[in-house]
């Protein structure tokens, strides 16, 4: 497949501007409060960095959980639906419903009926594990011709990478920082921009808040 033909998934993204619009609740985006700690398991539904910028949605840590958004609409780049997100002190959790990435063509998709990431300590002394659900996933492009459907698989393994010309889908992205981990449903990178989809995060020793990687 030659990356001219690829480059329709997902590409327009780079060059969207606009302002970030919110369907439903008042608290669909909730960010940690300037000058507060970090803390060492929190989940997000959904965050953007890069030519679009979208702060961490529904962001939770073990002393505001749950957190919800009744969903997201960046026109031209991604929608959701609901947005469920909760942390305890061994365990964290994201949900997010009715997932849509654009391409250039409303057609033009990554869809998923929900995506979810789970993170959780060992009770007998080894490293975080956890893992991602993906619900009625795929990738089309109808406006491409000859691009077959990609399905999305329902339970990935850790770090299952599609490659896209200069478009990379990471499924259930896993990333330690030391002892801790940071599980990521579904993560879309291009240059200039990166968008992360259910993420939960957890670990015992705090080092640091998230970042564009997690």
């Given at each position: 497949?030659?990356?001219?033909?690829?480059?329709?998934?997902?590409?327009?993204?780079?060059?969207?501007?606009?302002?970030?619009?919110?369907?439903?609740?008042?608290?669909?985006?909730?960010?940690?409060?300037?000058?507060?700690?970090?803390?060492?398991?929190?989940?997000?539904?959904?965050?953007?960095?890069?030519?679009?910028?979208?702060?961490?949605?529904?962001?939770?840590?073990?002393?505001?959980?749950?957190?919800?958004?009744?969903?997201?609409?960046?026109?031209?780049?991604?929608?959701?639906?609901?947005?469920?997100?909760?942390?305890?002190?061994?365990?964290?959790?994201?949900?997010?419903?009715?997932?849509?990435?654009?391409?250039?063509?409303?057609?033009?998709?990554?869809?998923?009926?929900?995506?979810?990431?789970?993170?959780?300590?060992?009770?007998?002394?080894?490293?975080?594990?956890?893992?991602?659900?993906?619900?009625?996933?795929?990738?089309?492009?109808?406006?491409?011709?000859?691009?077959?459907?990609?399905?999305?698989?329902?339970?990935?393994?850790?770090?299952?990478?599609?490659?896209?010309?200069?478009?990379?889908?990471?499924?259930?992205?896993?990333?330690?920082?030391?002892?801790?981990?940071?599980?990521?449903?579904?993560?879309?990178?291009?240059?200039?921009?990166?968008?992360?989809i259910a993420v939960s995060r957890c670990g015992v020793p705090d080092v640091g808040?998230?970042?564009?990687?997690?």
């Amino acid at each position: 497949m030659k990356g001219t033909s690829v480059k329709g998934i997902l590409s327009r993204a780079v060059k969207v501007a606009g302002s970030l619009g919110v369907v439903g609740g008042a608290l669909a985006f909730a960010a940690a409060p300037a000058g507060a700690a970090p803390t060492p398991t929190y989940a997000y539904g959904l965050s953007a960095f890069g030519v679009i910028h979208i702060a961490l949605v529904a962001h939770v840590n073990v002393g505001s959980t749950p957190q919800v958004s009744a969903g997201v609409v960046y026109p031209g780049f991604a929608t959701t639906g609901g947005i469920l997100d909760r942390a305890k002190r061994f365990q964290a959790y994201s949900q997010v419903g009715a997932v849509k990435v654009y391409g250039p063509q409303q057609v033009d998709q990554l869809n998923a009926s929900m995506v979810s990431s789970t993170c959780r300590l060992s009770l007998f002394g080894g490293p975080p594990f956890g893992g991602a659900t993906i619900q009625a996933g795929s990738i089309v492009a109808p406006s491409v011709p000859f691009f077959p459907p990609i399905p999305l698989i329902r339970n990935p393994a850790p770090n299952t990478v599609i490659n896209l010309g200069p478009v990379t889908v990471t499924l259930n992205k896993q990333t330690f920082n030391g002892p801790v981990l940071t599980v990521t449903g579904i993560y879309i990178t291009f240059p200039g921009q990166d968008l992360s989809i259910a993420v939960s995060r957890c670990g015992v020793p705090d080092v640091g808040p998230p970042n564009s990687n997690g």
